[in-house]
């Protein structure tokens, strides 16, 4: 990749990290102070706080973007995109390989390090696509109904501190989708009630499936999901 997309959720990143080498001098002290192998349980910590940041840091650097080519790629082309908290653009850049594409972000650095719309649009121009940008609430989408072909979003709903909010964003998704068009919604948590939430909102054919180890943050605990869904009618022109 030509472009930098940062790490999701930086604080949780760096705090395994820490707590891996944090984890690592407390067993070579214990081996060195303590007799017996009381250094076995404290390597067994250190060992398992690497894994969960190497298995974190994959899918923030490689995994999802593996993931979301599939995704995309399933959806097959559309007209207009929209995508719900774009971040650095790693979602949205793949988007506009597919069609017109439209980011949506408030630029929160605590939810994706370096996330600024100066430095999304930097990223687009480095993959050489064009995209467009705005700033906005999910919530309260500055956006048209039956805007959008194609809606998707990785990652950026669960941040949305209450379940009323969560779900006001969803609608907000299902207001601004076209007849005939699709939903892609990925987070690793509360996939189930936004897929209930759509079903309210009057789309069809939703789904919830899980998205594999490829898109796991630090271990199956934190594994994402993909919510899919139609609204149904023609394609408006």
Same mark, same amino acid.
């Given at each position: ?11 949780a ?14 067993t ?13 349980i ?22 999802k ?6 995704? !995309? /790629?399933?959806?097959?082309? %559309? @007209? =207009? $995109?929209?995508d719900? *908290?774009?971040?650095?653009?790693? +979602? ?11 980011g ?7 939810d ?54 969560? !779900? /006001?964003?969803?609608?907000? %998704? @299902? =207001? $601004?989708?076209?007849? *005939?068009?699709?939903?892609?919604? +990925? ?13 309210r909102?009057?789309?069809t ?33």
């Amino acid at each position: 990749m030509r472009a930098d997309y940062g790490v999701d959720a930086p604080p949780a990143l760096y705090g395994l990290g820490a707590a891996a080498l944090l984890s690592g001098v407390v067993t070579t002290v214990v081996a060195v102070l303590a007799p017996g192998g009381w250094w076995l349980i404290p390597l067994a910590y250190a060992l398992f706080f690497l894994a969960s940041f190497g298995s974190f840091l994959y899918t923030t650097r490689r995994g999802k973007f593996v993931v979301w080519d599939e995704l !995309l /790629a399933g959806a097959g082309p %559309a @007209a =207009r $995109i929209v995508d719900l *908290g774009c971040g650095r653009g790693a +979602v949205l850049i793949k988007a506009a390989a597919h069609g017109r594409a439209l980011g949506v972000d408030l630029w929160r650095s605590v939810d994706q390090s370096g996330n600024d719309p100066a430095r999304t649009a930097a990223n687009a121009a480095a993959e050489g696509v064009r995209i467009d940008l705005v700033t906005g609430d999910l919530r309260n989408l500055p956006l048209a109904s039956a805007e959008a072909d194609l809606v998707v979003s990785s990652l950026a709903i669960h941040n949305i501190p209450n379940a009323e909010g969560r !779900l /006001a964003a969803v609608r907000e %998704a @299902a =207001r $601004i989708l076209r007849p *005939g068009g699709r939903m892609i919604l +990925v987070d690793f948590r509360h996939t189930r009630d936004y897929a209930a939430e759509l079903s309210r909102s009057g789309l069809t054919d939703v789904r919830v499936r899980p998205l594999g180890w490829r898109f796991w943050y630090g271990g199956p605990w934190g594994a994402a999901a993909v919510v899919t869904a139609s609204r149904a009618g023609d394609q408006l022109a």
